[in-house]
């Protein structure tokens, strides 16, 4: 995607016209949003600095935010010592197709093209 149309839709999150972005690490570096409220990592950053970097999207200027970070079963020690280096406290949910929890955990979206 161009530059020109990615900062198109990044202003489209900033106008509150959608509220969904979906970015790389390389796209999310830099970005700076208000009010972001719920990051979702769908795959777990192998570095502690990372997560703590995507994770802080949320929280700023003194609001709160949700993390939600998936991972699979085989991967979870990698996840819980990535906490713990990272000093964040989790709770845990155990997903499944059609678990009940997971809306819970998220709000109905907009969704754009993406960043």
Same mark, same amino acid.
């Given at each position: 995607?161009?530059?020109? !149309?990615?900062? =198109?839709?990044?202003?489209?999150?900033?106008? +509150?016209? #959608?509220?969904? $972005?979906?970015?790389?690490?390389?796209?999310?570096?830099?970005?700076?949003?208000?009010?972001?409220?719920?990051?979702?990592?769908?795959?777990?950053?192998?570095?502690?600095?990372?997560?703590?970097? !995507?994770?802080? =999207?949320?929280?700023?200027?003194?609001?709160? +935010?949700? #993390?939600?970070? $998936?991972?699979?079963?085989?991967?979870?020690?990698?996840?819980?010592?990535?906490?713990?280096?990272?000093?964040?406290?989790?709770?845990?949910?155990?997903?499944?197709?059609?678990?009940?929890?997971?809306?819970?955990?998220?709000?109905?979206?907009?969704?754009?093209? +993406?960043?």
């Amino acid at each position: 995607m161009n530059q020109s !149309r990615r900062q =198109r839709n990044l202003q489209k999150l900033t106008d +509150g016209r #959608v509220n969904v $972005l979906v970015a790389t690490d390389v796209a999310a570096r830099g970005i700076h949003v208000n009010d972001i409220d719920l990051v979702i990592h769908a795959g777990q950053p192998e570095e502690h600095k990372t997560y703590i970097h !995507r994770s802080g =999207r949320t929280g700023r200027a003194g609001s709160t +935010g949700t #993390v939600v970070t $998936l991972t699979t079963k085989g991967r979870e020690n990698q996840l819980n010592a990535l906490l713990n280096r990272a000093g964040v406290g989790a709770d845990r949910f155990v997903a499944h197709d059609g678990a009940k929890n997971l809306p819970t955990l998220t709000k109905p979206l907009q969704v754009s093209e +993406g960043v």
